[in-house]
Antibody, heavy 118, light 113 residues
Framework: EVQLVQSGAEVKKPGESLKISCKGSGYSFTNYWIGWVRQVPGKGLEWMGVFYPGDSDTRYSPSFQGQVTFSADKSISTAFLQWSSLKASDTAMYYC???????????WGQGTLVTVSS | QSVLTQPPSVSGAPGQRVTISCTGSSSNIGAGYDVHWYQQLPGTAPKLLIHGNSNRPSGVPDRFSASKSGTSASLAITGLQAEDEADYYCQSYDSSLSGSNAVFGGGTKLTVL
């Protein structure tokens, strides 16, 4: 079974750094793009960008370029999303999802809730 | 404002048919990019419902169908059931100066009366 399992909820203060993870299993991790999607509480889905673990090719949404960094550790089939300096406006649920051959996203991780508050 | 426009809400009684529209433009749906649909049940992650405009993944009931025409797409749900109450999102790609980026509709909340 193809599965993505994300790291647990985080509570941080403004200005702190954070790295959350997304572990893939049941497929060849290096052969599929991983997408990241933000969902602010009560709001819709926002595409943040995609990362290709095979060669580290990265494409950021213009809205998130320079705000976050994607990476991966192929040896443990895990993708990462990181912030160097969090803001209160980063408070949201963050999902990773595998980009299928059809360009859709399937499956999705269970989500990681990030709360940034002083 | 989302690049793809969906009605904020739709509703229907059990057993009825509802449709959810997804309106784009010549830089996304009208440019030939496929449309995909996701169902997000309360408190859960989105789940792929339809891919490639009209294809149901294994396990998705045939009560769910979708189509695409011109710069729009639509999702239809027949034989509405209480368990269908969820948020539904369309997704495609959009061409811009920065390349092609995935875009989502703003989401539609389906209420089963």
């Amino acid at each position: 079974e193809v599965q993505l399992v994300q790291s647990g909820a985080e509570v941080k203060k403004p200005g702190e750094s954070l790295k959350i993870s997304c572990k893939g299993s049941g497929y060849s991790f290096t052969n599929y793009w991983i997408g990241w999607v933000r969902q602010v509480p009560g709001k819709g889905l926002e595409w943040m960008g995609v990362f290709y673990p095979g060669d580290s090719d990265t494409r950021y949404s213009p809205s998130f370029q320079g705000q976050v960094t994607f990476s991966a550790d192929k040896s443990i089939s895990t993708a990462f999303l990181q912030w160097s300096s969090l803001k209160a406006s980063d408070t949201a649920m963050y999902y990773c999802a595998r980009q299928a051959l059809s360009s859709s996203f399937d499956p999705w991780g269970q989500g990681t809730l990030v709360t940034v508050s002083s | 404002q989302s690049v793809l426009t969906q009605p904020p809400s739709v509703s229907g009684a059990p057993g009825q048919r509802v449709t959810i529209s997804c309106t784009g433009s010549s830089s996304n749906i009208g440019a030939g990019y496929d449309v995909h649909w996701y169902q997000q049940l309360p408190g859960t992650a989105p789940k792929l419902l339809i891919h490639g405009n009209s294809n149901r993944p294994s396990g998705v009931p045939d009560r769910f169908s979708a189509s695409k025409s011109g710069t729009s797409a639509s999702l239809a749900i027949t034989g509405l059931q209480a368990e269908d109450e969820a948020d539904y999102y369309c997704q495609s790609y959009d061409s811009s100066l920065s390349g092609s980026n995935a875009v989502f509709g703003g989401g539609t909340k389906l209420t089963v009366l």
